[in-house]
Each structure stands twice: as structure tokens, then as C-alpha cells.
């Protein structure tokens, strides 16, 4: 009923295309896995979020000219204990979100391992993007953006710096996974974003939003 | 219910134990509900009253056994729970051994774990808020990190957090808290909450055997569309159903583990799939099996808790302790195969 009920209304009902994509969110205890979640799927935040139990299951859809693209999004657990169950969702997943907080250089180191983790051992295509999370705690900002950026380039990660509390390119985010993910014809719509470097997405949020049912 | 007078309109926001009501909250069937259900529970609360004769004190047997599947009163609980899972006992003759385990030198990791988690607890909890006084986090803290030095093999796992707290607002004593948790962790689950996880993973197909025997054909629909038992049930072996089921619910249910053990857990989801077996099987998708999963653990079936205890003894048939073990057995060796 949750993840039904939640879904927004489709912008674009006549979308001709409908794609489905399993996606797995992962990263430390408390970097926001379930904020960027909830607030992606219902457009909320809450200043103390529940923390993950095994893990929750939600879907949410996003307009990209004429296709829906219907995430199935698998937002797991982030305490080490879990670990081991992590497998059994990214397993099949075409995309990953690996998340760390800016304002915790062990969150990042931990985003690192999961993205070798993913590249050893999840399918070969995934589309991985890096979520720097909590971007409005500027101020105790602790991984520089440059950083995680030229990280992100070497690994060919889409990334972007968040903040589920602002809803500062939460949506751009979801968006550009979408956007990178194979549609009906594998691999026709990656294009240039391929899978050779990270992306800039910033220049192209904008316009994505304009032509989407994000709100 | 000696609750409900504190005032209407504070009883109705907020449930007696401190819980927000959701917005979507269904007030005219819970009153309807509650109404029938307060008969049963001052029938029962004369019956405990009898049977403890005021020296509070009772052997294990079974009409208590019978009694606890009725319902213990809530003014009983603390003490029947501490009773009959054994944690009275360890209490008592391990006195000052919990103040001791809190004056101990901290380990640092274990510490910061569990203040992540501080403000993480039952956020739609006002006791739990950092600005309720007494806040019940100081109380939490104490025992996830007095049992983090006594268990140091478990140390501490999400999910514990969740089972604390429900201790600690049905006991309201930090000490008793501590010694139910080791009576759960310890003796009464399998080993959920360690690294390996093991008695999790290994439960959760002791699940999927139980529901290929009882329920085949929604065994046979997980496996079709190739959904792992431990996407959907995890969570109910990991917090023992809080935050699944009604408060209420969850309550009596764990009235019959303390005394029962963790086949009551089997009974309970293989209960919940049974009976929304034909509900189940109308998903013709992995997405669609995933949210009637949710849906089952929702409504008046699982709010109405007397008669849904009635019905975790009755449905699922007989569920020997032996084909348990035997069970857990098999499944365990499998999965230490696959490595």
C-alpha cells in the first residue's frame, strides 16, 4: 500500500514506453539512504529518520520524453552487521546509489569500498552514482566536493552532492540514473554519458525537470 | 486502559504508549474494536488477579501457558515476562552485575553505534524525544551499552534499539530491561543479531520450508517471480514484528515468546501468509509480491489481537519444535555450504 500509494501521479500518462529498473541504495549507518529515499518517493523529510532494518522496499516513477522509467528501489540497512545480506539486493540491480555524508570522511571511505564491491561483484552494466548527502551542512563539511568529483570521474560514477533536508538535486539525481539507463534498446540512450567518465549533471537538471514529472 | 483517562484528546493523537498516530489512523474501527476488547481484558485482568493471589509469584504450567496466550494485563506484564523467560532469576543472583557493566571502560565503536542510533529510535515515540522528560534515550543508551559489554560477541545490532525500547516502556526499569534482552538474545532467539547473522538467514528458510508445507502454492509464486524469503520477512525476525504490527498486537505476541519460545515467530508470519493466501497470490509481479507483504501486516485482522492470537495457534496447523530444529538444521548446513 506504501510504496503504491506514494507513487506521484504520472505526468505523462501517454508515455508510450514503460521500463523498469531495480535500483539499490547503499553507504554507512545514517547518511541519509532512507532521506534521499522518502524524500525522492513522497517528497518528505524528517529530521530523525528510523534507522533501516534489513531493508525497505519502495517504487517510484520519473517521465524522460516519452518513457516512464519505474525505479523498484531497494533501500537497505547500513550497519556493518548487515553486510552480509547486502548481496541479495544488489544482486540483478541495473543501479546503485552509493551515499556518504559530506560531513564524515569515514562515510566516504566506506562509499568507496561499496563502489569496489559493486564493480567486482554486481552485473557488469550497473549504473553506479555517488551521492554526497547533507550538502546544507556546509559548514561542517569534511570531503570536499573536488575530491569525491575527480573520485567519481576515475571510476566513471555519476555524482552529485545532496541534501535530502533541501531536496537539493534529489530528484536531478534519480533523474539522471534514468536517464544513463539503457531503455528498450540496450545501451541506444546512454550515449555520450556512457560509461567512460563521470558526468556533469548539473548543467542538464535544469532542463530535466522541465520535461519531466518531477516536482 | 487506566490510560484512556488521562483526557480524549491526548488519548487520541497519541497511543498509551507514547506512540504518534499515524494521520491516515482509522479512529471509528479501533474505538470499535477496543470497546469489545476491553470486556476480554478485564476478564483476564480478574483472572491474573486470582491467579497471582497478590504474592506475585507463579511456576511455569500449563494453565499459565494458557493464561499468557489469553493476554497478560498490562499492570502483569513486566513481572510475568521477567517470570517465565528466566531473566528474574539471572536478576537476582547476579545482583549489581548491570551498574558494574556501566561503570566499565566504554568500547568507542560500540558507543558511537549506538548514539547513531539515539535519535533514531521511535522518532513518532514522545518519550523518546530528546525533549521529554524523563527521556527514555538516557535509558536506552544504558542498556544497549551495558548489553554491548555482556554480550561482546553480539556487541550491538540494529534492531536491538527497537526491541529495547519496547522493554523499556512496558517494564520502566532500565535493569529489568537489560535482563530481558539477554533473555531473548541469549536463550530464547537463535543467533539473529551477531556478525554473521546466521540464525537470521537460517530462519528465514526454516520460513520459506514451513510456508512450502503449509502454503505451497505461495511458495511456489515466491519462487517463480525469484523472491528471496529475506527481502520480504526480515524485518519481522530482526524487531520481532514492532513497527509491522500493532503496538498491541506485538504485545501479546511477545507475551508467548517469553514463555513459548521462537517458534512463536513462525507462527505468527506462517498465520499472516495463510490467511492472505489468496490475497498473495493475485501479484503477477516481484514488485506486486513485495507490497502485498506490506498490506498483510495491516488492517483489522492483525489490529484485532485477540482473536488474531486465537488464530496464530489454530491455522497454521501443528508445528512441532522437533520439525523446527530439524529444520534449522538442514537449512543451516545448506547455507554454510553455499558459504
Given at each position: 500500500m506504501t510504496s503504491r500509494g506514494a507513487a506521484r501521479p504520472n505526468g505523462q500518462s501517454q508515455a508510450s514506453k514503460i521500463c523498469q529498473f531495480k535500483l539499490v541504495l547503499l553507504g554507512e549507518s545514517a547518511v541519509g539512504k532512507s532521506s534521499l529515499v522518502?524524500?525522492?518517493?513522497?517528497?518528505?523529510?524528517?529530521?530523525?529518520?528510523?534507522?533501516?532494518?534489513?531493508?525497505?522496499?519502495?517504487?517510484?516513477?520519473?517521465?524522460?520524453?516519452?518513457?516512464?522509467?519505474?525505479?523498484?528501489?531497494?533501500?537497505?540497512?547500513?550497519?556493518?552487521?548487515?553486510?552480509?545480506?547486502?548481496?541479495m539486493y544488489y544482486r540483478g540491480a541495473q543501479a546503485a546509489i552509493v551515499v556518504y555524508d559530506i560531513t564524515n570522511q569515514e562515510t566516504f571511505a566506506r562509499a568507496k569500498t561499496w563502489v569496489k564491491e559493486l564493480q567486482r561483484q554486481a552485473s557488469p552494466s550497473i549504473?553506479?552514482?555517488?551521492?554526497?548527502?547533507?550538502?546544507?551542512?556546509?559548514?561542517?563539511?569534511?570531503?570536499?566536493?573536488?575530491?569525491?568529483?575527480?573520485?567519481?570521474?576515475?571510476?566513471?560514477?555519476?555524482?552529485?552532492?545532496?541534501?535530502?533536508?533541501?531536496?537539493?538535486?534529489?530528484?536531478?539525481?534519480?533523474?539522471?540514473?534514468?536517464?544513463?539507463?539503457?531503455?528498450?534498446?540496450?545501451?541506444?540512450?546512454?550515449?555520450?554519458?556512457?560509461?567512460?567518465?563521470?558526468?556533469?549533471?548539473?548543467?542538464?537538471?535544469?532542463?530535466?525537470?522541465?520535461?519531466?514529472?518531477?516536482? | 486502559m487506566e490510560r484512556r483517562e488521562d483526557g480524549r484528546d491526548w488519548a487520541y493523537r497519541v497511543?498509551?504508549?507514547?506512540?504518534?498516530?499515524?494521520?491516515?489512523?482509522?479512529?471509528?474501527?479501533?474505538?470499535?474494536?477496543?470497546?469489545?476488547?476491553?470486556?476480554?481484558?478485564?476478564?483476564?485482568?480478574?483472572?491474573?488477579?486470582?491467579?497471582?493471589?497478590?504474592?506475585?509469584?507463579?511456576?511455569?504450567?500449563?494453565?499459565?501457558?494458557?493464561?499468557?496466550?489469553?493476554?497478560?494485563?498490562?499492570?502483569?506484564?513486566?513481572?510475568?515476562?521477567?517470570?517465565v523467560s528466566g531473566a528474574q532469576t539471572n536478576m537476582e543472583q547476579n545482583p549489581g552485575y548491570y551498574h558494574r557493566l556501566l561503570e566499565e571502560e566504554k568500547n568507542d565503536k560500540l558507543v558511537e553505534a549506538i548514539k547513531?542510533?539515539?535519535?533514531?529510535?521511535?522518532?513518532?515515540?514522545?518519550?523518546?524525544?530528546?525533549?521529554?522528560?524523563?527521556?527514555?534515550?538516557?535509558?536506552?543508551?544504558?542498556?544497549?551499552?551495558?548489553?554491548g559489554h555482556h554480550n561482546k560477541a553480539v556487541g550491538y545490532c540494529q534492531g536491538m534499539n527497537f526491541i529495547a525500547g519496547y522493554l523499556i516502556l512496558i517494564t520502566k526499569n532500565e535493569e529489568e530491561s537489560f535482563w530481558l534482552l539477554d533473555a531473548l538474545?541469549?536463550?530464547?532467539l537463535p543467533d539473529y543479531y551477531s556478525p554473521a547473522m546466521l540464525g537470521l538467514k537460517t530462519d528465514q528458510e526454516v520460513l520459506g520450508e514451513l510456508v512450502k508445507m503449509k502454503v505451497p502454492a505461495v511458495a511456489e509464486l515466491m519462487e517463480r517471480h525469484g523472491v528471496m524469503w529475506t527481502l520480504v520477512v526480515s524485518r519481522w525476525f530482526i524487531c520481532l514484528f514492532i513497527d509491522i504490527l500493532p503496538v498491541e498486537t506485538v504485545l501479546r505476541i511477545w507475551d508467548c515468546l517469553f514463555y513459548e519460545g521462537s517458534k512463536i515467530i513462525f507462527r505468527v508470519a506462517l498465520t499472516l501468509i495463510k490467511q492472505h493466501q489468496a490475497f498473495i497470490l493475485e501479484a503477477t509481479n516481484f514488485p506486486d509480491i513485495c507490497d502485498k507483504f506490506k498490506q498483510i501486516t495491516k488492517g483489522t485482522f492483525v489490529t484485532e489481537c485477540h482473536s488474531f492470537m486465537q488464530k496464530i495457534f489454530t491455522d497454521p496447523g501443528s508445528l512441532s519444535m522437533a520439525t523446527i530444529n530439524k529444520l534449522r538444521e538442514t537449512c543451516r548446513e545448506k547455507l554454510l555450504s553455499q558459504g
Amino acid at each position: 500500500m506504501t510504496s503504491r500509494g506514494a507513487a506521484r501521479p504520472n505526468g505523462q500518462s501517454q508515455a508510450s514506453k514503460i521500463c523498469q529498473f531495480k535500483l539499490v541504495l547503499l553507504g554507512e549507518s545514517a547518511v541519509g539512504k532512507s532521506s534521499l529515499v522518502l524524500r525522492f518517493v513522497k517528497g518528505q523529510f524528517h529530521e530523525y529518520q528510523e534507522s533501516t532494518i534489513g531493508a525497505a522496499f519502495l517504487t517510484q516513477s520519473v517521465c524522460l520524453d516519452d518513457t516512464t522509467v519505474k525505479f523498484e528501489i531497494w533501500d537497505t540497512a547500513g550497519q556493518e552487521r548487515y553486510h552480509s545480506l547486502a548481496p541479495m539486493y544488489y544482486r540483478g540491480a541495473q543501479a546503485a546509489i552509493v551515499v556518504y555524508d559530506i560531513t564524515n570522511q569515514e562515510t566516504f571511505a566506506r562509499a568507496k569500498t561499496w563502489v569496489k564491491e559493486l564493480q567486482r561483484q554486481a552485473s557488469p552494466s550497473i549504473v553506479i552514482a555517488l551521492a554526497g548527502n547533507k550538502a546544507d551542512l556546509a559548514s561542517k563539511r569534511m570531503v570536499e566536493y573536488e575530491e569525491a568529483q575527480a573520485y567519481a570521474d576515475d571510476n566513471s560514477l555519476l555524482f552529485m552532492e545532496t541534501s535530502a533536508k533541501t531536496a537539493m538535486n534529489v530528484n536531478d539525481l534519480f533523474l539522471a540514473i534514468a536517464k544513463k539507463l539503457p531503455k528498450s534498446e540496450p545501451q541506444s540512450t546512454s550515449g555520450a554519458a556512457g560509461r567512460s567518465r563521470g558526468v556533469d549533471l548539473h548543467e542538464q537538471s535544469q532542463q530535466n525537470k522541465s520535461q519531466c514529472c518531477s516536482n | 486502559m487506566e490510560r484512556r483517562e488521562d483526557g480524549r484528546d491526548w488519548a487520541y493523537r497519541v497511543d498509551p504508549y507514547g506512540f504518534e498516530r499515524p494521520d491516515d489512523f482509522d479512529y471509528a474501527s479501533y474505538e470499535a474494536f477496543f470497546s469489545r476488547y476491553l470486556v476480554v481484558l478485564t476478564r483476564r485482568a480478574i483472572k491474573w488477579s486470582k491467579l497471582l493471589k497478590g504474592n506475585n509469584n507463579i511456576q511455569k504450567s500449563i494453565k499459565v501457558k494458557r493464561y499468557i496466550r489469553k493476554g497478560i494485563p498490562n499492570e502483569h506484564r513486566a513481572l510475568i515476562w521477567m517470570i517465565v523467560s528466566g531473566a528474574q532469576t539471572n536478576m537476582e543472583q547476579n545482583p549489581g552485575y548491570y551498574h558494574r557493566l556501566l561503570e566499565e571502560e566504554k568500547n568507542d565503536k560500540l558507543v558511537e553505534a549506538i548514539k547513531t542510533d539515539m535519535n533514531r529510535t521511535f522518532p513518532d515515540n514522545i518519550k523518546f524525544r530528546k525533549t521529554a522528560d524523563p527521556c527514555l534515550q538516557h535509558a536506552l543508551y544504558n542498556v544497549l551499552v551495558a548489553y554491548g559489554h555482556h554480550n561482546k560477541a553480539v556487541g550491538y545490532c540494529q534492531g536491538m534499539n527497537f526491541i529495547a525500547g519496547y522493554l523499556i516502556l512496558i517494564t520502566k526499569n532500565e535493569e529489568e530491561s537489560f535482563w530481558l534482552l539477554d533473555a531473548l538474545i541469549g536463550r530464547i532467539l537463535p543467533d539473529y543479531y551477531s556478525p554473521a547473522m546466521l540464525g537470521l538467514k537460517t530462519d528465514q528458510e526454516v520460513l520459506g520450508e514451513l510456508v512450502k508445507m503449509k502454503v505451497p502454492a505461495v511458495a511456489e509464486l515466491m519462487e517463480r517471480h525469484g523472491v528471496m524469503w529475506t527481502l520480504v520477512v526480515s524485518r519481522w525476525f530482526i524487531c520481532l514484528f514492532i513497527d509491522i504490527l500493532p503496538v498491541e498486537t506485538v504485545l501479546r505476541i511477545w507475551d508467548c515468546l517469553f514463555y513459548e519460545g521462537s517458534k512463536i515467530i513462525f507462527r505468527v508470519a506462517l498465520t499472516l501468509i495463510k490467511q492472505h493466501q489468496a490475497f498473495i497470490l493475485e501479484a503477477t509481479n516481484f514488485p506486486d509480491i513485495c507490497d502485498k507483504f506490506k498490506q498483510i501486516t495491516k488492517g483489522t485482522f492483525v489490529t484485532e489481537c485477540h482473536s488474531f492470537m486465537q488464530k496464530i495457534f489454530t491455522d497454521p496447523g501443528s508445528l512441532s519444535m522437533a520439525t523446527i530444529n530439524k529444520l534449522r538444521e538442514t537449512c543451516r548446513e545448506k547455507l554454510l555450504s553455499q558459504g
